[in-house]
């Protein structure tokens, strides 16, 4: 069974910074992509970032410059470090994993099939 979990979220003030960590494991694919969503009350779950077995990363517009995603591989451990945080960048950060992700599909949450139970990140002064 593939299990997936996220940890990293916490409380920060608007400027700050965090470090979302996600760890998959048990029956990786070696063509897995692992993205990082994202859900608040009242709100679908958007995409925010995602890295393919490749090495290529996609952002949503809103983070774009300030989030980086990246991935251990070896580890199947994939990172967001989220910068210049704002107020609208509080939700529950979701991790997830999926196989065969392509790129018309990236940012569709029903292309990833394992998913974290979510992290807190709250944004406020």
């Known amino acids: 069974q593939v299990h997936v979990a996220e940890s990293g979220g916490g409380l920060v003030q608007p400027g700050a910074s965090l470090r979302l960590s996600c760890l998959a494991s048990?029956?990786?694919?070696?063509?897995?992509?692992m993205a990082w969503f994202r859900e608040s009350p009242g709100k679908d779950r958007d995409f925010v970032a995602a890295?393919?077995?490749?090495?290529?990363?996609h952002y949503a517009d809103s983070v774009r410059g300030r989030f980086t995603i990246s991935k251990d591989g070896a580890k199947n451990t994939v990172t967001l470090a989220m910068n210049n945080l704002k107020p609208e960048d509080s939700a529950v950060y979701f991790c997830?994993?999926?196989?065969?992700?392509?790129?018309?599909?990236?940012?569709?949450?029903?292309?990833?099939?394992?998913w974290g139970r979510g992290t807190q990140v709250a944004v406020s002064s």
């Open positions: 048990g029956g990786i694919s070696s063509n897995s992509a």
């Open positions: 997830a994993v999926g196989s065969g992700v392509i790129l018309s599909s990236v940012r569709d949450r029903f292309s990833y099939s394992y």
């Open positions: 890295i393919r077995r490749n090495g290529d990363q």
